[in-house]
T-cell receptor
Framework: NAGVMQNPRHLVRRRGQEARLRCSPM?????VYWYRQLPEEGLKFMVY????????ESGMPKERFSAEFPKEGPSILRIQQVVRGDSAAYFC?????????????????FGPGTRLTVL | GIQVEQSPPDLILQEGANSTLRCNFS?????LQWFHQNPWGQLINLFY???GTKQNGRLSATTVATERYSLLYISSSQTTDSGVYFC??????????FGTGTRLTVIP
């Protein structure tokens, strides 16, 4: 049973370029979350999605950042016109979500992260 | 959002020693998880423990939800236990709030 997959693992962009980060949730999971980790800090929530729906984007900057989780394919976090301050590790997590009867339906499992470096 | 505080911020142990890491949170929780971030940056799930006690090998965790804290116990520490341990809590809004972590270094 494959875990959460993210690609690329490392991404280097110049200021002004676009960054696209991909996340495939664990099999059977319908809830996806994106988090950002700055160096020497904990993870900060960005956005929570279900298939074709953004449920909560309260942690995502209003400009340049967008996320989607289409009916088919991985979830995408897009950062337009990247700046040096966007350099960070971006983690995706997934959870089963209700229904299902699992008591741990909201347990989140994390991917290996994408380390974005903006030059 | 909920406040999550971890202590101690840094911990250095001799191999074989035991340790207790603490996580305090400011509100009732639907979800409380412990993670180990290894030196390669990967987040490993340790426990899903919104309440009660669980054990997995040399690790165990206890959450006392009514008093808003959780403890992670590491026994007979090994050098591979080194890394950062994060506690994260969720109050029903589905997003996890992370503490700032405890950086553990186990020396041979």
């Amino acid at each position: 049973n494959a875990g959460v997959m993210q690609n690329p693992r490392h991404l280097v962009r110049r200021r002004g370029q676009e960054a696209r980060l991909r996340c495939s949730p664990m099999k059977g999971h319908s809830h996806v979350y994106w988090y950002r980790q700055l160096p020497e800090e904990g993870l900060k929530f960005m956005v929570y999605l279900q298939k074709e729906n953004i449920i909560d984007e309260s942690g995502m900057p209003k400009e340049r950042f967008s996320a989607e989780f289409p009916k088919e394919g991985p979830s995408i976090l897009r950062i337009q016109q990247v700046v040096r301050g966007d350099s960070a590790a971006y983690f995706c997590a997934s959870s089963p979500g209700p229904p299902g009867g699992l008591s741990s339906y909201n347990e989140q499992f994390f991917g290996p992260g994408t380390r974005l470096t903006v030059l | 959002g909920i406040q999550v505080e971890q202590s101690p911020p840094d911990l250095i142990l001799q191999e074989g020693a035991n340790s207790t890491l603490r996580c305090n949170f400011s509100d009732s929780v639907n979800n409380l998880q412990w993670f180990h971030q290894n030196p390669w940056g990967q987040l490993i799930n340790l426990f899903y423990i919104p309440s009660g006690t669980k054990q997995n090998g040399r690790l165990s965790a206890t959450t006392v939800a009514t008093e808003r804290y959780s403890l992670l116990y590491i026994s007979s520490s090994q050098t591979t236990d080194s890394g950062v341990y994060f506690c994260a809590a969720e109050t029903g809004a589905n997003n996890l709030f992370f503490g700032t972590g405890t950086r553990l270094t186990v020396i041979p």
